[in-house]
């Protein structure tokens, strides 16, 4: 490859990852006509977000940025056909801010899962992080085509455990949504779901799933039902065992829902309100609060705002449940 020209859109970082990754099979053009990049459809297999994610506030930034003067980072481009690979608020904000040019890294990838592998690990390193959410669909995307699980988790960046786990929850959905029935999982244990996946009926699926969410069972709670109801003779034997442990938990349960009055309104607590949003909010974010709190300068107050939106919406259909029981 020929020594690159110096130029602030370059990035030592993104370049390593290429160079690690692809070799010679990339380079660098600076401020090349906007026009010739195109941007990719939605039914591109490999885009690496599930949506563009646009975030009009950071987008704003950026394009303010530009408009000052600054040079943001290049883009990346697929070579052959000049595709947006990774970069779309960066590129975004270049069309808002009415700029002629572009600069872009030209990758050629022997394939696209090697290239969409790339695109997840520019983003977990270099960009905007995907979400878990995303990094899940992505999954999902990759296990229908038949690809191995190992392969899956390396290229979506997360432990096998982890991946099984969310193949699971999957899973589970799938069969509920089967029977035209919905439980909420955002509570219950990491092991939850493979655990009760393992049910063959979905009856009784649907049965420990509710109990699950309505007990807050923990892990070895659930493991223990589920053995029990594996144990059991007939589809009867379980859903009287479910009646029955549903019954001995029933003041358990009883004190998870009196957490909220009548009127859908959270009761009145001795500890302080920024406390008792510690858990709403690590539930909420599952275990990616460090994002917001560890990101750049820049997008804290987006990511917050993105946070609170999250927040308000959650709260708006609890309550609207709860008013409809």
Do not use: C
Request: charged residues 25%; glycine residues 4%; proline residues 4%.
């Amino acid at each position: 490859m020929a020594p690159l020209p110096e130029h602030p859109a370059r990035s030592r970082q993104v370049e390593a990852i290429l160079t690690e990754r692809l070799g010679n099979d990339w380079d660098f053009r600076p401020d090349i006509g906007f026009t010739a990049v195109k941007p990719r459809a939605k039914s591109d297999f490999n885009q690496a977000r599930i949506e563009t994610r646009l975030m009009g506030d950071y987008v704003r930034q950026l394009t303010r940025l530009l408009t000052n003067g600054t040079v943001l980072p290049a883009v990346i481009v697929r070579r052959r056909d000049m595709t947006l690979l990774d970069g779309y608020h960066r590129y975004t904000a270049h069309k808002g801010a009415g700029m002629t040019t572009i600069s872009v890294y030209a990758i050629q990838a022997a394939d696209e899962f090697l290239e969409d592998q790339l695109i997840v690990e520019l983003n977990q390193s270099a960009g905007k992080r995907l979400t878990q959410q995303e990094q899940q669909a992505k999954a999902e995307q990759y296990i229908k085509r038949g690809i191995s699980e190992q392969r899956v988790a390396d290229l979506v960046q997360v432990p096998l455990s982890t991946l099984r786990q969310w193949s699971a929850y999957a899973k589970v959905s799938e069969r509920l949504n089967g029977i035209g029935e919905t439980v909420d999982m955002t509570a219950w244990p990491k092991t939850a779901a493979v655990q009760l996946n393992s049910l063959r009926n979905t009856p009784t699926l649907l049965g420990a799933a509710r109990l699950t969410t309505d007990a807050r069972l923990k892990s070895q709670e659930v493991a223990d039902l589920v053995k029990n109801l594996r144990q059991a003779n007939s589809q009867g034997e379980e859903q009287e065992l479910l009646r029955e442990e549903r019954e001995t938990l029933g003041p358990r349960i009883q004190a998870m829902a009196s957490a909220l009055n009548g009127n859908g309104k959270a009761q009145a607590f001795t500890r302080p309100v920024w406390m008792q949003s510690l858990p709403a909010l690590a539930l909420l974010t599952k275990y990616e609060a460090e994002r917001y709190v560890a990101s750049a300068p820049e997008d804290q107050v987006v990511r917050i705002r993105v946070l609170w939106q999250r927040l308000s919406n959650t709260a708006t259909e609890a309550l609207r449940l709860l008013e409809a029981r």
